[in-house]
C-alpha cells in the first residue's frame, strides 16, 4: 500500500508539473495569439502523440461506453481550456489560475466521497491545506478589485476541468491511452467543426 501511495503521489507532481508548463505556455501565447488558434495546435499536436503512444504501446480496446466517455471528457476538456486561455489572456493570470485550479481539484474529490466515501481527517486536512495554499500562491493584491462577472471564466475553466477529470477517471478502467486517445480527437473534431460553422480565425 505504501508503494502505491508514493507512486501516486510521483504521478500527481508529474501531472502538476505539465499542466502547470502547458498552462504558462498557452496563457503566454494567448496574449498575442488567437486563443482558438493555440487551442488548434495543441490538440492537434495531442492527438498525433496519444496516437503514436497508443499504437506503439497497444493494449486492448475498451468498450464503446469507456470510448463515449473520453469523448465527452474531451468536450468538456476543450470548453475548460478554450475559457482558461481566455481567462490567462486577461490582465488577472494569477487569480484565474488559482480558482481554476481550486474548483477543478475539488469536484473529483466531492465525487470520489460519494462514491466512494468520506475521506479520512488527515486526508482532509491535507486536501484543505493543498487548496489553501494554491489560492494563497496564486492570487495577487488586487484580487479585490475584480468584479464578479470577471470569475466567469475561470469558474467555467474548473468546472470543466473537474468534470473532464471524473470522466476520464471513469473511462480509463479497462485500458489508458485509447480512452485519452478518443477524448482527444472528439475535442479536436469538436473545435474544427466551431471554427468552420462560425467562420473564426486562428491567426
Not at 507532481?13 to 498552462?23: E, F, K, M, R, V
Request: charged fraction near 10%; include cysteine; glycine fraction near 10%.
Amino acid at each position: 500500500m505504501a508503494n502505491q501511495d508514493i507512486l501516486a503521489v510521483a504521478y500527481g507532481l508529474a501531472a502538476a508539473s505539465s499542466w502547470g508548463t502547458s498552462d504558462f505556455s498557452g496563457g503566454f501565447v494567448t496574449k498575442t495569439s488567437s486563443v482558438f488558434g493555440v487551442l488548434l495546435v495543441a490538440s492537434i499536436t495531442g492527438t498525433v502523440i496519444l496516437t503514436i503512444c497508443a499504437l506503439w504501446v497497444g493494449g486492448p480496446v475498451p468498450d464503446i461506453y469507456a470510448l463515449i466517455l473520453g469523448a465527452l471528457a474531451g468536450i468538456a476538456g476543450l470548453i475548460g481550456l478554450a475559457a482558461f486561455y481566455k481567462g490567462l489572456a486577461s490582465e488577472h493570470m494569477g487569480m484565474v489560475a488559482s480558482l481554476a485550479a481550486v474548483i477543478s481539484a475539488a469536484l473529483p474529490v466531492f465525487f470520489g466521497m460519494l462514491m466512494e466515501g468520506f475521506p479520512s481527517n488527515r486526508q482532509i486536512a491535507g486536501f484543505a491545506a493543498a487548496f489553501a495554499a494554491i489560492w494563497q500562491l496564486s492570487v495577487s493584491e488586487k484580487f479585490h478589485t475584480i468584479r464578479w462577472r470577471q470569475l466567469s471564466l475561470p469558474a467555467t475553466a474548473g468546472i470543466a476541468f473537474g468534470f473532464s477529470f471524473i470522466l476520464i477517471d471513469q473511462a480509463v478502467e479497462q485500458s489508458l491511452l485509447w480512452p485519452l486517445l478518443a477524448a482527444k480527437m472528439m475535442g479536436t473534431v469538436v473545435l474544427i467543426t466551431l471554427l468552420r460553422i462560425f467562420r473564426i480565425g486562428t491567426m
